[in-house]
């Protein structure tokens, strides 16, 4: 393998073990979400709110987890941007200077 392949696969290894790694799927937290929100209808009608308050708590903590998700994602995503820009312009620099 050339020299400047294994120079971009050590700074490629470098720079994907200091990402902040990708999050999990979140549909099958919606989904659990919208079931439980069928679940509290039923109670609702059968005015059985003790459960339906646990259902409730149990709703918000399902949320908060995927905002929580979904900002590391965000956080995520902007990490292999800048990445991603910073080795782009240093690139182009390098390919100025040959020229």
């Not at 696969?9 to 990708?22: A, H, M, T, W």
């Not at 079931?35 to 646990?54: P, Y």
């Amino acid at each position: 393998m050339p020299k400047k392949i294994r120079s971009v696969d050590r700074l490629f290894e470098q720079v994907k073990n200091e990402s902040p790694g990708i999050p999990p799927d979140t549909c099958s937290y919606l989904d659990h979400i919208l079931e439980i929100v069928e679940d509290l209808e039923l109670l609702a009608k059968n005015n059985k709110t003790e459960i339906a308050a646990q259902l409730h708590e149990l709703i918000r903590h399902e949320i908060e987890y995927i905002r929580s998700v979904n900002a590391t994602l965000r956080t995520s995503s902007k990490y292999w941007y800048d990445k991603h820009k910073i080795l782009y312009y240093k690139k182009m620099r390098n390919r100025r200077k040959i020229k």
